[in-house]
């Protein structure tokens, strides 16, 4: 692996909803996906408390720009990957910012 470039993880179910996380231990974002038939959500996951100032996740699959509270750390993105191992979900403590119109 680079040392210059963070990576990035995506956990699928047998459904294919997925929950997918980019960068580093400090600065990361977590996008999870859910499928209905054959449509589907896309969902940018970030803290309760909002932020309108944009940042920047420099990672593997390039530049993703996010709102600060929805830049999260690697403990957060674990306690939201086990939450959607166990219940499919996203944990309620959590927004949900839906981008799926980037996807059509």
């Not at 709102?67 to 939201?80: I, K, P, R, W």
Request: proline residues 3%.
């Amino acid at each position: 692996m680079e040392s210059n470039v963070s990576p990035y993880v995506i956990f699928s179910l047998n459904n294919n909803d997925f929950i997918q996380c980019a960068g580093g231990i400090k600065s990361l974002v977590v996008e999870a996906r859910f499928y209905e038939g054959d449509s589907f959500k896309h969902f940018i996951i970030g803290k309760k408390e909002m932020s309108n100032v944009w940042h920047t996740i420099e990672c593997k699959v390039g530049p993703i720009r996010v709102l600060g509270h929805e830049v999260l750390n690697v403990d957060e993105a674990l306690e939201l990957f086990s939450y959607f191992y166990f219940e499919n979900d996203i944990l309620p403590t959590y927004n949900k910012r839906n981008i799926t119109k980037q996807f059509a």
